[in-house]
């Protein structure tokens, strides 16, 4: 078979982790190539010897121009989540390809799982659980402190931080946000820059897009305006927190603690990060839910569906309709 001809059935690259079941569903359809680990130059160039016209990927691990210049017969780039910063859209133009996105459909998984790591954190359940395992019943008795009248600071508010937002409401807590552009028909406080929210939060949570607009955006100075009192939550991306800041903020007791999702360099984890009682990890599962994972993978059938039928794309990524 040459690079110009099609197989039977249209070829898939997928290089991100599946669910089993998903696999093998998009192996009945699709001639799949099943790379989660990364591609090796080797595989590249074997790839380059055929025809593949649609890759699945997500945001993090995105697909650069070069990457999309060597597949012949590219027509198509699915991210198979909301986020797609990893994902060179202005390469994509250039070569007529389509991009689509899973927008909106884990948003609620995610709202949940942040103010999983703000109880958690703030009630210092990962530590007492580990205490009174190890027979410290009478010394782990401390007063912890809750989210209830606390202040949350959203970096974001879209619609993952609204949801936040509303949950948080049910705490009664004050809530703040920094955005772009200020949202006047939320109820809540908009702050002109994060520094100034953080300095007015006891939690703050980051949950902005990823990508070059955003990265570092909470660094030490954002830190120490939180304070030693202070959490940081990330569901976002982990470019948004400079790791490098957060890690000395920590040792220096600048703020309380932080839950991550996500980090930067994942799925690697800095040494450090693995030594301090308050920090709480999780491995970039925020999204994760079995409802949440159907629903992706809904999105996905029905994108590469129209595709290869020559319909519209039911979630094409709004830059590339502009």
């Known amino acids: 078979m040459t690079a110009s001809t099609p197989p039977l059935r249209p070829h898939l690259l997928v290089l991100i982790p599946l669910p089993p079941a998903f696999v093998q569903r998009l192996a009945e359809q699709y001639e799949l190539s099943y790379e989660p680990k990364g591609l090796s130059s080797a595989r590249w160039e074997e790839l380059a010897q055929r025809h593949t016209p649609a890759v699945l990927t997500n945001g993090s691990t995105g697909l650069s121009g070069a990457q999309m210049r060597a597949l012949p017969g590219l027509g198509l780039v699915c991210s198979f989540g909301a986020g797609y910063e990893s994902i060179d859209l202005a390469a994509a133009k250039a070569l007529g390809l389509a991009v689509t996105h899973a927008p909106g459909v884990n948003n609620a998984t995610v709202a949940d799982h942040a103010l999983a790591l703000m109880l958690a954190l703030a009630r210092g359940l990962a530590p007492l659980d580990r205490a009174v395992k ?81 990265r570092h955006l909470v660094n030490r100075t954002v830190l120490r305006a939180l304070g030693p009192q202070g959490f940081v939550v990330n569901v976002a991306r982990g470019s948004v927190l400079h790791t490098g800041d957060l890690i000395e903020a920590l ?48 999105g996905l059938t029905a994108n590469l569906d129209a595709f290869f039928a020559g319909q519209p794309l039911p979630t094409p990524v709004p830059e590339m309709t502009r």
């Open 134 to 214: 190890a027979g410290l019943w009478e010394q782990s008795r401390a007063e912890r402190p809750t989210l209830n009248r606390g202040r949350l600071g959203l970096v974001g508010i879209g619609n993952i931080g609204q949801q936040i937002a509303r949950r948080a409401a049910a705490f009664d807590m004050q809530i703040g946000y920094h955005s772009r552009q200020p949202r006047p028909e939320l109820p809540y406080r908009h702050f002109a820059d994060v520094q100034s929210l953080a300095a007015e939060s006891d939690f703050l949570v980051l949950a902005c897009p990823g990508g070059a607009a955003t």
């Open 251 to 298: 040792r220096a007791g600048e703020i309380a603690g932080a839950g991550l999702d996500v980090l930067e360099g994942e799925p690697q984890v800095p040494e450090a990060l693995l030594t301090l009682d308050q920090v709480l990890l999780s491995p970039h599962i925020s999204g994760r839910s079995p409802d949440a994972q159907r629903a992706q993978m809904a």
